[in-house]
C-alpha cells in the first residue's frame, strides 16, 4: 500500500508564497489595508497616504496634533499592526 503525506492547504500555499517571494508583499498590503481597521475612523479620517519601505511604515496625516501623538506612539503602533497580521513585517512607523 502506499502512503501518502497529506498537508493542510494552509500550509502548501504559505509555502509557494514564500519560494515565489509573495509572502512579504502580501503581509505588507495587509498592514496598509488594516491600518483603518486598527486606527478606528477618526485617525483615518485625517490619514492621507501609507505606503511601505524597507520595514518602515510612513504614513502622511493632515493635523499636527494627531501627527504629534501618534509619533509618540509609535512602539505600540508597531506591535498593533504586525499582530494584526501575524508577523513581524515593519520595524519602524514614520508620521509626517
Avoid at 499636527?64 to 513581524?88: C, W, Y
Amino acid at each position: 500500500m502506499f502512503r501518502r503525506k497529506v498537508k493542510p492547504l494552509t500550509e502548501v500555499l504559505g509555502k509557494v508564497l514564500r519560494e515565489g517571494g509573495f509572502e512579504s508583499p502580501l503581509l505588507q498590503k495587509r498592514i496598509i489595508d488594516g491600518w483603518d481597521e486598527i486606527m478606528g475612523p477618526t485617525i483615518t479620517r485625517y490619514t492621507q497616504e501609507k505606503a511601505i519601505r524597507n520595514q518602515t511604515l510612513f504614513v502622511k496625516i493632515s493635523s499636527p496634533a494627531l501627527r504629534q501623538e501618534l509619533s509618540m506612539m509609535r512602539t505600540q503602533l508597531i506591535k498593533r499592526l504586525n499582530d494584526h497580521v501575524g508577523s513581524f513585517v515593519i520595524s519602524e512607523v514614520r508620521i509626517y
